[in-house]
Each structure stands twice: as structure tokens, then as C-alpha cells.
């Protein structure tokens, strides 16, 4: 017996009911949404790393490169600190924050060796440069009271328009560089961490 959805003719072929033809152009409308969706993606993805998405403070790919760099070789020398017990001291998380600084700084030094050509991408460098300066202060205060009030001591994160943290500034910049500066993201570098675990690179949870 013939389905509900086939009509047969009168030399025995079978023709295809409305309803069925309706369904199989949705099912092809559906298909080819999901493939439009799945290549919009891929531009856009495209265009955040490449020249169609170029932003006015965005670097050159060797200037980049440079900065890009100095945050890696600091990741990596992060890594090599020696981790402070499970029971730390004041004194203990004093020197550990200290060290830390150290290498943050040697990095900025390293960055600021790169000098971009373009007004916008060196006022915006500058300005990166700037809050990181203000966020190893606040670390370095955070040594300071640890050493003078031990466990009473609080680390305060410098903040921009008094409410947001500068690290989600810095980390914008960061995003004006495509996928290129993505090792010199705040996480990675756990800037912001002056307690407990520090886990460096990719796998940061900050």
C-alpha cells in the first residue's frame, strides 16, 4: 500500500506529496544554514588575524613577534621560580612576589626596545606598557606590607575608571593583535596571582 505522502499516476509512477517536498527543502534550508554559519565563522576568524581586521593600535607582525617573544621568555623563567611550601611565610611569599617582579620588569624592558612607526599602535604600546608598571607597583607595595605587617598585608589591583580591573584593560590590547600577543596575556603570566599556586601559559584559569 502506498503511504499517505505518495500519489501514484496512471501509468504507475509515483510522485512526491506537498507535504513531503516541504519537508525536503527544509531539510536542505537547514543544511545550508548551518554551512553559511559554519563559513561566517571561518571569516570572521580570518579577518581578527589578518589584514581585513586591522586596528589602528594593531602592530607590525615583527614588532609583534618581538613582544610576543619577551612574554614567553618570561612565562618560561616564571616556570623556573622555585614554589613556596604548603605553609609560606609572609617573608616566603615576600621573596616569591619579588622574584616575579623581577622577571615582569625584565620583560617591559625587553618591550619597550620595540618601537612601533605608526602614532596609534605606539601611543597604544605605551599605554600597555604604562599599566603593566602600575600593576608590578601594586605587587611591589604588596612585598613592602608583607614584609612590615606579615599576614595583614592585602594586595590591591589597580583599577581603570576606578571600577574595572587593569589587567581586563591590558588584556584588551591584547585582543587588538589578533592571535598574535596571546603569550603576553595577564592569565598566562599570572600578573594578578600573589597567593597560592601560579599555573604559567595556556593553562592558566585566570
Known amino acids: 500500500m502506498d503511504s499517505p ?20 527543502l527544509r531539510r536542505r534550508v537547514m543544511i545550508a544554514g548551518l ?6 565563522w571561518a571569516i570572521a576568524i580570518t579577518y581578527s588575524v589578518t589584514a581585513g581586521g586591522r586596528s589602528p593600535e594593531r602592530l607590525t607582525d615583527a614588532d609583534a613577534r ?5 612574554c614567553l621568555d618570561a612565562q618560561h623563567a616564571l616556570g623556573r621560580l622555585e614554589p613556596v611550601g604548603a605553609h609560606p611565610t609572609p617573608a616566603d611569599r ?3 612576589v619579588d622574584g616575579e617582579n623581577a622577571i615582569l620588569t625584565s620583560m617591559l624592558e625587553k618591550i619597550g626596545a620595540v618601537h612601533p612607526t605608526g ?26 606590607d608583607l614584609r612590615t ?3 595583614e598585608a592585602r594586595f590591591v589591583e589597580p583599577a581603570t575608571k576606578g571600577v574595572e580591573p587593569i589587567v581586563n584593560k591590558m588584556n584588551d590590547w591584547i585582543l587588538e593583535q589578533g592571535t598574535r600577543t596571546d603569550r603576553c596575556n595577564t592569565g598566562e603570566l599570572q600578573a594578578e596571582v600573589v ?12
Open 149 to 151: 605587617k606579615g599576614n
Open 94 to 96: 615576600a621573596d616569591r
Open 35 to 40: 554551512l553559511a554559519f559554519g563559513i561566517a
Open 66 to 70: 618581538t613582544v610576543n617573544a619577551a
Open 5 to 24: 505522502a505518495d500519489i501514484a499516476t496512471t501509468n504507475g509512477a509515483v510522485v512526491t506529496s506537498p507535504p513531503a517536498k516541504t519537508r525536503s
Open 119 to 144: 602614532k596609534d599602535p605606539a601611543a597604544a604600546l605605551t599605554g600597555w606598557l604604562g599599566d603593566w608598571r602600575k600593576l608590578i607597583a601594586a605587587r611591589a607595595h604588596f612585598v613592602s
Open 195 to 206: 597567593e597560592g599556586e601560579r599555573i604559567y601559559g595556556p593553562g592558566s584559569k585566570t
